[in-house]
């Protein structure tokens, strides 16, 4: 918000960047990072989100990476953070 100087996280503080980039980093074959990012999942709580977020972001991006990581990689983790 470049006229009050202030911030806001319409996404709510869990981890948007790295849920929204599951399925490009199995496609691009980063398994490393991916491991890395499935355990971030794996420890994720979406019932300590920190501030008010975007229902409709949270259900495009964040339920749509879980369930594309799942698709993609068959790991059961990503089904059971959508749901």
């Known amino acids: 918000k470049p006229v009050s100087k202030s911030r806001s996280n319409w996404l709510g503080g869990v981890g948007m960047q790295i849920l929204d980039v599951l399925d490009t980093l199995w496609l691009l ?17 979406f019932d300590k989100v920190k501030e008010a977020a975007s229902t409709f972001e949270l259900t ?3 339920i749509g990476g879980l369930l594309s990581a799942h698709s993609l990689s ?9 749901l």
Request: glycine share 4%.
């Open 29 to 45: 074959d980063e398994r490393e990072e991916f491991d890395e990012a499935t355990e971030f999942v794996s420890h994720l709580n």
């Open 60 to 62: 495009i991006r964040a």
């Open 74 to 82: 068959g790991r059961k983790v990503f089904l059971d953070k959508a």
